[in-house]
């Protein structure tokens, strides 16, 4: 258990008492309780409470220490990182339902072409290749050329012969 100052640890289901205490099992209250200045302060022995009649014995320990200050309670709500992503969504479902709509009523579309903006849609995935390589390559890219077009074993216009063009 704890609060805004202390922690209280329990233990039980220790060795049972010899003689007293109706034999129960050894039951351990630790009271951590703040201390700003220590992280591990002073540990002493509070009370041994060793009732005949109830057969309800235990021992309570008190420890200050720092570690006790720190607990706040838990916040409950949404995080800015939901609530940013619950807009972002909605605005995307809203986009997407007015445009199918709008296309799909006032211009007449059928099939595919109620989506909106259907050309940037199709080209995305190539413009975040494109970007990738934009901002990740350095330097420009060179593609070389796997074979050598006709174009350039032509002859020029004043020869006319076309033997260039069979295999010998």
């Known amino acids: ?78 995080s800015s990182g939901s609530i940013f992503c619950i807009i972002f969504f909605t605005l995307i479902g809203i986009y997407f339902s007015v445009g199918f709509l709008y296309k799909r009523l006032v211009i007449g579309a059928k099939g595919i072409e109620q989506v909106p903006n259907y050309s940037f849609w199709k080209d995305f995935g190539n413009l975040q290749a494109d970007g990738c390589d934009f901002i990740c390559r350095c330097g420009p890219r060179h593609e070389e050329h796997a074979y050598r077009g006709i174009d350039d074993q032509l002859p020029k216009e004043e020869d006319d012969r076309d033997d260039q063009l069979l295999a010998m």
């Open 1 to 78: 258990m704890g609060g805004t100052d202390w922690i209280l640890l329990s233990y039980s289901n220790g060795d049972p008492y010899s003689q007293h205490c109706k034999q129960t099992n050894r039951t351990t209250n630790i009271m951590i309780v703040c201390d700003p200045v220590n992280l591990k302060g002073k540990f002493q022995i509070l009370e041994e409470r060793k009732k005949k009649e109830t057969g309800y014995c235990y021992y309570l320990f008190e420890l200050s220490s720092s570690i006790a200050c720190t607990i706040t309670p838990v916040k409950k709500g949404l």
